[in-house]
Structures are given as C-alpha cells and as structure tokens.
C-alpha cells in the first residue's frame, strides 16, 4: 500500500516562499510509469493542478504557476517538495500530493492534505 503524507508550515506570510514536502512510503519515487503530484484546493473552489515531477525527475507545471512554482525531489529520502514563491491570499488552500499511474490515468493515491494559509 502506497502512502503520501504532506509536511511544510500551516502560515506564511505575503511575499515569502512556502515549501512543502511529500513523503512517499510503499512505493519509490524513481519507479517508471509513475508521477508525483502537486494539487490544491482553495476555499469553495474545486481542485487545482500545480504540477509533477516524474519517475524520472522531469517537472511540469500549469502555465497560471509556472513563474513562481518549482518541484524537486530528494530519493534517498523518497520525498519529493513544492516550492511557491511570492506568495499571496490568494494561494491560501488546501495543498495535496499524489500519485498518478500512466497504466490506469488516474491519481490512485493521495496525501491526507495541509491547510496553508498566505496572511500574516
């Protein structure tokens, strides 16, 4: 069984950079056909894509935040971690990690969320 788990600060303040780390356990974060998510869902509002990192380490964001967004990972750690710079209100949501399998094309596994809040 496949677990995610989210870890980073629930507060950051307008203009500083969050950083959020997955933590994968059951499943390494090398392993083809496999890649490893970013999503959020702010207040009232459906679920947003952020972007990916794959098995192989390249990256891939949503246009919206591809300025201020990096993925990057750590495999001896089998973590992998966000970074949003410039924060604002309006990045305050709930921030997900996950998995998605090119075998079936669907997030199979999800991380249980992080509350993140921009505001001083």
Known sequence: QVQL????P???KPSQTLS?????????ITTNYVSWHWIRQP???GLEWIGAISGSGSTYYT????????????TSKNQFTLQLRSV???DTAVYYCARR?????VYDYWGQGTQVTGSS
């Open 63 to 74: 246009p919206s935040l591809k300025s201020r967004a990096s993925i990057s990972r750590d």
């Open 10 to 12: 629930g507060l950051v």
């Open 88 to 90: 604002t209100p309006e």
């Open 101 to 105: 399998s090119s075998i079936n094309a």
């Open 43 to 45: 207040p009232g509002k």
């Open 20 to 28: 959020l780390t997955c933590t994968v356990s059951g499943g390494s």
């Open 5 to 8: 788990q989210e870890s980073g």
